[in-house]
């Protein structure tokens, strides 16, 4: 993707730009933190990199942060991994999410839609309440701070419930989406050994019903350390023997106690896709998360009290816990449980219709699947709300940014597209939107405030205008604390820091252009590169699957043993489609005109599916050592696979080739 013609896309008006959160962040940390007054975003973000502690001490204060114990300074240490945030204090996550209580009531703090579209609000009010009687009977049941408490839920109302009332109690939360099968669950939760288990009998997905009631019973079993088991009866059945009511938890009228817990008292596991071993334990801590997220969606997502914020998450990716956070900004988050495409493709812009979403998040794929079926949102919904629409998941392609713009552009309106890219590992962004910044086709407006973003080259030299590896020079107060079960600190370490010492290396390939916009090119470690010349997967993905006969693509660069390169294109076709002379020569002319001759494939081959992860990203780099000989068992975590019969297809195929 060049960056010397860079097409402009929405520029925020006038209006826009003086109303922002972050425009009078700017006016006030001037004011009061030295910050420049004058020069924008980028010099806000160029002091908020060199003056760190300044920058969130400030961020702090401005979002009236409530330490209970002062912090002695910033940052103790800033060395990574290991860096020490606001050392002595000590705060409460779930406290700050359930702040809104006290001046609005009775207002939605969540609503909550399933399949039916039909919108149930829950208030601020009944939400303090059921986070105050879970609370205690967590206690009351032996949960005691630092324990795990466990859930296999889907995106309801009672998750949200069951994580701030154990972040009330200072215990650590951690869950699973419920079509996750029995052994991805325990490949996770018997990492961390939970006391307490929440669990649904059952979820609705596409207009069936799916019983999970076998794999609760076999999660009882293969967790020795869950105590205590919370039925909550989606589908309507009765609890299993020894299990308790989520009904009887949550019938009290208790004011919740909030523990103090040290900033960096862990609050939640997250697991990264786990595509070979285990997955990764990522340790996230209570301040960290509070004040990232405050940042994050308060200033970058410009959410306030106001606003109503859609993500469609499911409760097994970071994202969830993202679209938690907007309580802390008093803001009312949508929970949507169900198949983003029921009854049709166009099914999450008519949950945005029907709740009033200003912020809708979505995946790329969503966006450009609704592209290619011929939705048009903004045509058929009343969206005049939605002042953003944000994707992530991967690289947003430059038509998706089009198609976005203009169909919202046809109804009047003025979209705001935030392509934003971050990780599980920070459960964040590294960057994305700004709401006072331009909008440039394909690309990512900016790095976030306090992250300094860079794109390094293999002896460690920053580029621009170039690809490089995605590196964070600085720390972040959501970076790990650890990981679980790593107790000498060498699984953390060889993660993000073995590649350049004391500097987080993420694992993406880069640009950041001399206009300080951002380009993600895909996965660092599953990059193309021909003669020496780069190219991430999602450029080649970009071109390709805009022909209306490829459904998905996968493409994989594996070096010879005889120094020679082979980059094998896997396409699976849409229904009635044929891989004919015609279509072969169409791809790879696709592929030389818009990309570069240097990255036509050597071959395309058909396959019945593409294999991803449990949260939607394609597999490349198990694929690739599956095609390099590496036996299925070692190539690849089965139980992180979302349809693992697709891997015979690739097994077979490097069978022939050897």
């Not at 009687?133 to 109302?157: C, H, K, T, W």
Request: glycine residues 10%; negative net charge.
């Amino acid at each position: 993707m060049s960056t010397a013609n860079p097409q402009l896309l929405w520029q925020p008006d006038p209006e826009r730009i003086a109303q922002a959160r972050i425009t009078q962040f700017q006016a006030w940390a001037a004011e009061h933190h030295g910050a420049p007054a004058e020069g924008g975003y980028p010099a806000l973000h160029q002091w908020s990199v060199d003056h760190l502690e300044t920058f969130w001490e400030a961020v702090t204060e401005w979002f009236d942060v409530r330490f209970s114990t002062p912090y002695g300074r910033v940052l103790g240490d800033r060395a990574m991994p290991g860096a020490q945030w606001f050392p002595g204090a000590t705060l409460n996550y779930a406290e700050h999410a359930l702040r809104a209580a006290v001046d609005r009531a009775d207002e939605p703090a969540l609503l909550y839609v399933d399949e039916t579209h039909e919108p149930r609000p829950v208030t601020w009010s009944e939400l303090r309440r059921q986070v105050g009687s879970l609370a205690a009977e967590l206690r009351a049941l032996g949960v005691r701070p630092g324990d795990r408490v466990s859930g296999y839920l889907p995106n309801i109302p009672q998750a949200v419930v069951a994580l701030l009332a154990t972040a009330a109690v200072g215990a650590v939360w951690t869950s699973c989406a419920p079509d996750f099968g029995a052994r991805s669950v325990l490949d996770r939760f018997q990492q961390v050994e939970p006391v307490v288990l929440f669990t649904v009998d059952g979820y609705r997905y596409g207009g069936k019903e799916h019983d999970r009631r076998e794999i609760v019973a076999e999660l009882r079993r293969e967790l020795p350390t869950v105590r205590a088991v919370v039925h909550i009866p989606l589908l309507g059945t009765e609890a299993p023997e020894g299990a308790l009511e989520w009904s009887a938890l949550t019938a009290g009228d208790t004011e919740p106690v909030f523990e103090q817990v040290p900033f960096d008292h862990p609050l939640w596991v997250l697991y990264s896709s786990g595509t070979t071993g285990l997955p990764k334990a990522i340790v996230q801590s209570q301040g960290g998360i509070l004040v990232e997220h405050l940042k994050q969606l308060g200033l970058h997502c410009d959410l306030g009290a106001e606003d109503r914020f859609f993500w469609y998450t499911s409760t097994g990716w970071m994202m969830w816990n993202f679209l938690v956070s907007g309580l802390l900004t008093g803001t009312t988050i949508v929970l949507y449980d169900g198949s983003p495409g029921y009854p049709d493709t166009g099914a999450q812009w008519r949950v945005a219709e029907r709740t009033g979403v200003t912020l809708y998040g979505t995946s790329a794929a969503y966006v450009m699947a609704c592209r290619k079926a011929g939705v048009h949102p903004a045509r058929d919904h009343d969206l005049s709300k939605v002042k953003c629409v944000a994707t992530t998941g991967s690289p947003l392609p430059p038509d998706g940014f089009r198609w976005l713009h203009d169909e919202f552009a046809e109804s009047g309106a003025d979209l705001w597209v935030a392509s934003v890219s971050g990780g599980t590992d920070v459960c964040s962004c590294f960057a994305g939107g700004v709401p006072t910044l331009p909008v440039y086709t394909g690309e990512l407006q900016a790095p976030g405030l306090g992250t300094d973003l860079q794109a390094w080259d293999p002896s460690g030299k920053p580029v621009i205008d170039e690809v490089g590896e995605l590196v964070v020079t600085n720390p972040m107060p959501s970076m790990p604390i650890r990981f679980w079960n790593d107790p000498d600190g060498s699984r953390y370490h060889d993660s993000y820091f073995d590649t350049y010492p004391g500097v987080w290396r993420h694992g993406d390939w880069i640009t950041v252009t001399a206009r300080g916009t951002v380009i993600i090119h895909g996965r660092s470690d599953s990059t193309l590169n021909r003669q020496g010349v780069r190219m991430g997967s999602a450029d080649i993905y970009e071109v390709v699957e805009r022909l209306p006969e490829i459904r998905e693509s996968l493409v994989i660069g594996i070096e010879q043993p005889d120094g020679g390169y082979w980059m094998p294109l896997f396409v699976h076709l849409a229904p009635g489609a044929v891989l004919d002379e015609a279509l072969l020569n169409r791809i790879k002319q696709t592929i030389r005109e818009q990309l570069s001759p240097r990255h036509v494939p050597d071959e395309i081959i058909e396959v019945p599916g593409v294999p991803h992860t449990l949260t939607g990203k394609r597999i490349e780099v198990p694929v690739k050592r599956l095609l390099q000989g590496t036996p299925l068992e070692k190539a690849v975590n089965p139980g992180s696979i979302d349809n693992l019969s697709l891997l015979g297809f690739y097994e077979e195929l490097a069978r022939k080739r050897a």
